[in-house]
């Protein structure tokens, strides 16, 4: 069914995919066109809401076109109800209604220090011996322990998920190790499994997990066969959570990891819309749609208490750990400029627990050419990264950097530690209301003139934090709202204007609410 509605003047749009967080708010001048039924990536939610109070809302995923002043959407059940006159209003209205706070509470661990992940420092090459020497770095170098995330490769095989016993001689002697540092250990996980080999043929294996329906594993063409899905690590089977016989399968690795080894969560990656659609060969099995297979995956993973998600369809209101997709190490080509949209977009889409992509950008194919290191650049995007709820690093700065980059670098990431009483706060106060942490100014400040910021953020409703997102800029201009804001704990600015701050490269431009 096609519904239209017509933007109205001075009126703007939110909402979407985190993905067009650059080109939003949405207005009578955009042009726009997606269908989430069969493509979408990282955060995405079948809702609109205005600046007005409005709201375009569906419980299914549509096809939506934005063109010449109207948004038209190819969908079912789209409806439009309003809650107040305020972006705030909307979205608190409408996740009130639909998408209320639930879940568990996450670990403070998350948020009270940064996180490191061993893909941009490693890639495919992951190995007891190396993923030991970057933790021991990582205190060496005076950072602090925080959740640590062993990337794509420790396992044997995409769906074994056991060690490999050549890259990692002792798991359970290594993550006792990282544990006595500090850490909270993680593995990267996918729903993917090689298509041959022990875990395909090996029918007895099957049959551990659902004695009864071991022929029905994987997602199964409309023939009955195991479906190949077309991934960016090439073709392997998928597994569908939406039965009980895959979710056992993964289920029992898992836990068998966290029993025997002692690994406190998992990293779940990829399972996106389009891996259970788009990306498939052949005809796929309709007793689902794809984007009901990506919300069961997502679901699985949430029973872990440490786990993290980037590509997540109506997720809205859940208590999930989400990332924004990988980022290019490039100022203004999907790389520093896209943090504060995309996460702006995150919060008002219904996922307060954001977390930027690795600092430097985790776009693996810059480190695997091995081209420069943009050193001001690492430095402003961990400066970016420090007063959002939580900051990841995987590049080791200390190889990477110069001592003076170093420095700042280090100087942002006890900045986040510094703030982090608040920001745990904040969760907490998200998990109860489910409002976002990372807030847009507008979203604080209605019908200011404030809807186009995308530069800075506040950080709930009494701190505001203006990166320097431009290469060699050593000043910042910084819309300061209505009251009285201290810069960096020291002069005081009344607000209502725009100030200009020096920006130095170790200087990362704040206020705080006087």
């Known amino acids: ?32 066109w997606h269908d989430f039924r069969k493509d979408c990536e990282n955060q995405t939610m079948p809702m609109l809401l205005s600046n007005n109070g409005r709201v375009i809302i569906s419980d299914k995923a ?11 959407i190819e969908g079912d059940n789209v409806r439009e109800e309003q809650f107040g ?18 879940g568990n509470m996450l670990p403070t661990e998350f948020f009270k220090t940064p996180q490191y992940n061993t893909w941009m420092q490693f890639i495919y090459e992951q190995n007891q011996k190396d993923v030991l020497r970057y933790a021991h770095d990582i205190i060496k170098n005076g950072f602090e322990p925080g959740v640590f995330m062993i990337d794509e490769g420790w396992q ?13 001689p002792d798991p359970k002697g290594m993550i006792n190790e990282l544990h006595s540092l500090g850490f909270k250990v993680m593995l990267w996980v996918v729903p993917f499994v090689t298509p041959n080999g022990r875990l395909f043929y090996n029918a007895n294996l099957m049959k551990e997990f659902n004695p009864e329906n071991y022929d029905k594993i994987f997602l199964r063409t409309a023939d009955g066969e195991p479906a190949l899905s077309h991934w960016w690590d090439g073709y392997s089977f998928l597994l569908d959570f939406t039965k009980d016989c895959d979710r056992a399968f993964m289920k029992k690795q898992l836990d068998a990891l966290m029993k025997d080894y002692g690994v406190d969560g998992f990293k779940f990656d990829g399972g996106q819309v389009n891996d259970y659609g788009i990306n498939v060969i052949g005809e796929v099995n309709r007793d ?18 440490f786990h993290e998600y980037k590509d997540t369809f109506m997720g809205g209101g859940k208590r999930t750990i989400q990332r924004i997709r990988d980022r290019f190490h490039s100022w203004d080509n999907d790389g520093l400029d896209t943090l504060i949209p995309y996460a702006l ?4 889409l219904g996922h307060p627990f954001i977390c930027p992509d690795m600092i430097g950008g985790g776009e693996w194919m810059h480190r695997a050419k091995n081209l420069p290191i943009d050193e001001e650049l690492f430095v402003r995007m961990a400066q970016c990264s420090a007063l959002f709820p939580m900051m990841q690093f995987s590049w080791a700065p200390w190889e990477a950097l110069s001592p003076k980059m170093l420095d700042a670098v280090r100087d942002a990431a006890k900045l986040h530690s510094l703030f982090s009483d608040k920001i745990i706060a904040l969760v907490k106060k998200a998990e109860e209301d489910g ?39 050593r000043k910042k201009e910084v819309c300061l709202p209505e009251g009285r804001w201290r810069f960096r704990g020291s002069e005081v600015y009344d607000g209502g204007k725009t100030v200009c701050v020096d920006a130095p490269l170790e200087v990362l431009p704040y206020f705080e609410r006087v």
């Open 1 to 32: 069914m096609k519904y239209i509605f017509k933007i109205g003047e001075n009126e703007c749009f939110w909402g979407g995919t985190s993905n067009d967080g650059k080109i939003a708010p949405f207005d009578k001048k955009t042009k726009l």
């Open 62 to 72: 549509f096809e939506i076109s934005i063109e010449d002043g109207k948004i038209e």
């Open 85 to 102: 006159s305020t972006l705030r209003s909307a979205y608190v209205g409408a996740m009130h209604k639909y998408f209320p706070p639930r």
């Open 156 to 168: 044997r095989s995409y769906g074994d998920w056991r060690f490999d016993e050549l890259k990692f």
């Open 288 to 305: 689902h749609t794809p984007n009901e297979r990506n919300i069961a995956w997502n679901d699985f993973g949430a029973q872990y208490a």
């Open 345 to 348: 977009m995150q919060g008002i």
């Open 435 to 473: 409002e976002p942490i990372l807030r847009s100014m507008e979203y604080n400040y209605p019908h200011c003139g404030y809807e186009n910021i995308k530069d800075q953020f506040m950080l709930g409703e009494d701190i505001i934090s203006a990166p320097v997102i431009k290469k060699d800029a």
